[in-house]
């Protein structure tokens, strides 16, 4: 089955400095590749996603980048603020059944002001 | 109202205790889901619901008891617990769109502890 490898694990960086969170899968079938963002005492909330026919996708201060390739993607967050710090899951859909995704271990991003 | 609801927030009980987890879905969604999570682990898929039929059971033990009794709702009966099943276990939502995995919406959580 779909293994999905998420990392750094926990990652501290400066207020108005990046953030990058990487994500590795094995299956090549995989074609949906959500990120999700999940603040302390409250469920995940996606924050962007991208399908396997695009390879860069950008909403304001977020992006994700896709390389089916490597089978890799990564979530770039430009000029953090401390309203990002929270955990970050990445996901993907396996081999391409409804609903049934397969989460990364999580990332806890802390930004200091 | 938000979008998932679920109750109760909290909730201790004793290894022999039988308990109700319950999640309402104010979307209009078909699809719902049951998700548990464990400090330092991903999201495990526990149960999927389409149309108010399982269609996903993870090898999930048989104390845990999902009941769906319509589109809306979402129970997880709960017997004979373990500790190692403290968690938080996260209900789902989503419109399921004919093989396209779409967005899941999520409640904030029932967080359980087992003693």
């Known amino acids: 089955g779909e293994n999905v490898e998420q990392h750094p694990s926990t990652l501290s960086v400066q207020e108005g400095d990046s953030a990058v969170i990487k994500c590795t899968y094995s299956?090549?079938?995989?074609?949906?590749f959500p990120w999700y963002k999940q603040e302390l005492g409250k469920g995940p909330q996606l924050i962007i996603d991208i399908r396997s026919n695009v390879g860069e996708k950008k909403d304001q201060r977020i992006a994700v980048t896709l390389n089916k390739t490597a089978k890799h993607f990564s979530l770039h967050i430009t000029e953090t603020q401390p309203e990002d710090s929270a955990v970050y899951f990445c996901a993907t859909d396996g081999s391409g059944n409804t609903g049934k995704l397969i989460f990364g271990q999580g990332t806890t991003l802390q930004v200091k002001p | 109202e938000t979008g998932v609801t679920q109750t109760p927030r909290h909730l201790v009980m004793g290894m022999t205790n039988k308990k109700s987890l319950k999640c309402e879905q104010h979307?209009?969604?078909?699809?719902m889901y049951w998700y548990k999570q464990s400090a330092k682990k991903p999201l495990e898929l526990m149960f999927v619901y389409s149309l108010e039929e399982r269609v996903e059971n993870n090898s999930v033990p048989s104390r845990f008891s999902p009941e769906c009794p319509n589109s809306s709702h979402l129970f997880l009966h709960l017997h004979t617990l373990q500790p190692e099943d403290s968690a938080l276990y996260l209900c789902?939502?989503?419109?399921?769109?004919?093989?396209?995995?779409?967005?899941?919406?999520f409640g904030e959580g029932s967080r359980l502890t087992v003693l």
């Open positions: 979307l209009g969604h078909n699809a």
């Open positions: 299956d090549s079938a995989s074609n949906y």
């Open positions: 789902a939502s989503s419109q399921e769109t004919g093989g396209n995995t779409g967005e899941l919406f």
